[in-house]
């Protein structure tokens, strides 16, 4: 597949830091007997790895904005360009040992998302995305799941975890979505779980509180694989009401109807 000058010094500083969390992933393992270290520990890859994309893409491009989770905004002179850079999805399966974590880069122009990629340096896999290009996992060319009925759907979710407020509204959901389908997967890797909607291999995947670094390159991975992406509401709010559902054209509307449905007796 050929890529754009950009999308390809988005890969190398995701190399790089997929390199650097590899490392410490493996470091990890040795942690886990104590109490206080894995923590700290998971915090510092995090920020060594976001140092890492920070300063290979300014370089690339120093007058670009950037967005990360660890150091925040950080302004650029070019006033139409923004990276959006997840260092480190799936923390707490980094800092458990689970390999189900991904590096997340998109790349903004005048508000939307133009280039995306997740990489598992894990697993080896790097999910790439340029608008009006497709998706591709590796050089294989993405479809979304062709299914259309629910039932037949694995549907991938986030759980909201401690110190989140949406609780209640989550189980409300969760008892309507897990009645209707084949089954529910939680990873805890929300860019992660996009790409794999955007590779076929879950049908949908739904979840509120969301920061945009979680949200905006697997937004595009699903949409250049031929799948739909919105709100909670169906809208195109994604980053400003920190949700997202996804799937293809008929199960992210019929998920999206579930995930409303009122509930009985109310």
């Not at 923390?91 to 903004?108: P, R, S, Y």
């Not at 062709?146 to 110190?163: E, F, H, K, M, W």
């Not at 169906?234 to 054209?249: H, M, P, Q």
């Amino acid at each position: 597949m050929a890529r754009s000058a950009l999308l390809n010094v988005m890969v190398q500083a995701a190399f790089k830091a997929g390199r650097s969390l590899s490392r410490d992933f493996g470091e990890v393992q040795n942690l886990q007997v104590s109490m206080k270290g894995p923590g700290d520990f998971v915090a510092q890859a995090a920020r060594k790895a976001e140092k890492i994309l920070r300063e290979d893409l300014m370089k690339a491009r120093p007058t670009y904005a950037f967005l990360g989770e660890e150091a925040g905004e950080i302004e650029g002179t070019d006033g139409s360009h923004r990276w959006i850079v997840e260092p480190l999805d799936g923390a707490t399966n980094f800092l458990h040992g689970v390999a189900q974590f991904a590096i997340a880069v998109a790349l903004e122009r005048q508000g939307e998302i133009v280039a995306s990629l997740v990489f598992n340096p894990a697993l080896d896999e790097l999910f790439t995305a340029e608008r009006g290009g497709g998706a591709f996992l590796n050089d294989r060319r993405l479809r979304v799941a062709a299914r259309r009925t629910l039932s037949d759907c694995v549907i991938a979710t986030g759980i909201p975890y401690l110190g989140r407020s949406n609780h209640g509204t989550y189980l409300v959901e969760l008892r309507h979505v897990m009645g209707e389908v084949a089954g529910l997967r939680s990873f805890g890797a929300p860019a992660l779980d996009l790409a794999q909607v955007a590779a076929g291999r879950f049908d949908g995947f739904w979840e509120r509180g969301l920061d945009p670094w979680q949200i905006a390159a697997g937004m595009l991975l699903v949409r250049e694989a031929g799948g739909w992406v919105s709100d909670i509401d169906g809208g195109n709010k994604l980053i400003e009401s920190r949700s997202i559902i996804a799937g293809n054209e008929y199960i992210r509307k019929a998920l999206q109807d579930v995930v409303h449905r009122p509930i009985p007796g109310k």
